[in-house]
């Protein structure tokens, strides 16, 4: 469920970018207003396993890793939620390795 959410995110997004320049068409703020809605309900879900916790911690992740804005921070912490309550995860010791941690 978690991954046909986030390809219908990923697919509304390129149609999105696709029409950026009429962003003042009742067709464009529709669009706007559906990912926004998408993304909101991927953001709110609770993964129930595994597969769909490593794929919310991936999206994440890309849209990260796409975003310069410097809005992040939400979803860092989002992130770090997902990892934290994902059953059976566990925290691995950080190995401090060369005085830096790194």
Avoid: W
């Amino acid at each position: 469920m978690v991954s046909i959410m986030v390809e219908t995110f990923r697919e509304m997004q390129l149609r999105l970018a696709d029409t950026i320049e009429q962003y003042e068409t009742p067709e464009f703020k529709a669009l706007d207003g559906d990912i926004a809605a998408v993304f909101h309900d991927l953001y709110r879900h609770a993964p129930r396993n595994a597969e769909e916790a490593r794929t919310l911690v991936g999206f994440f992740l890309d849209i990260i890793e796409n975003n310069d804005a410097g809005d992040n921070l939400h979803l860092i912490e989002r992130v770090r939620a997902i990892v934290d309550d994902c059953p059976g995860s566990s925290r691995p010791s950080m190995e401090i390795a060369h005085g830096a941690g790194i």
